[in-house]
């Protein structure tokens, strides 16, 4: 079996690198996968689990006259949970590439190939706004990225110790800028495929 991870940055195009080298690599690829899953398993909706694990909002329950912050007792259930996912693909046997979670780190054991994808700034944008397609301001994007690469890092920290991007952490770190993701893929797929 060999399992390949990859972190990246918000709009770096780490995901489409990923299910690309998961296609040509003929491996099975995980990543909203990973959400629906925990979802399932918690009993809430993907989008309030996904926006939990990314600290994206705060969830605040209200006893008598105190309110009482859940997102921490939350967040660390589903990143439990989370865990529990990514061990159980892990344990299927099979070639398989993982976007995000940390996977990288919570499945150490299986020495899988790690992969972190970053791009500077003016790329990120131009990549989401294409993306979003005018949905976005330029604004709210670059709070965006911003907020959920401060997030990633801040899970990353708490969950391992270690700085979330450092390239020491990772067999290989790619940067997407001004490059074609689809030929990145490729090229990273003819490498591991001579290793």
Not at 107 to 121: G, H, N
Not at 130 to 138: D, F, H, V
Not at 148 to 153: F, G, M, P, Q, T
Request: hydrophobic share 35%.
């Amino acid at each position: 079996m060999k399992l390949i991870t990859i972190s990246r940055e918000f709009g770096s195009g780490g995901r489409e690198f990923g299910k690309r080298l998961a296609d040509i690599l003929g491996y099975d690829y995980y990543d909203r996968e990973i959400i629906t899953s925990i979802a399932e398993n918690k009993g809430f909706s993907a989008d309030y689990v996904e926006n939990s694990l990314e600290n994206r909002s705060s969830y605040m329950l209200h006893y008598g006259t105190t309110f009482i912050n859940t997102q921490l007792d939350v967040r660390t259930e589903l990143l439990i949970e989370e865990k529990r996912v990514l061990d159980a693909i892990a344990k299927q046997g099979r070639n398989a590439v993982i976007v995000g979670r940390n996977a990288d780190v919570i499945l150490e054991e299986y020495k899988p190939f790690t992969i972190f994808v970053c791009a500077d700034r003016e790329a990120k944008i131009e990549r989401c706004m294409s993306r979003e397609k005018g949905a976005l301001t330029r604004r709210e994007i670059i709070a965006n990225i911003r907020r959920i690469d401060k997030s990633r890092a801040r899970t990353r920290a708490l969950m391992t110790g270690s700085d979330w991007g450092d390239a020491h952490s990772y067999d290989v770190t790619i940067n997407t800028t001004d490059k074609d993701i689809k030929e990145l893929a490729k090229a990273v797929a003819r490498f591991l495929s001579d290793k």
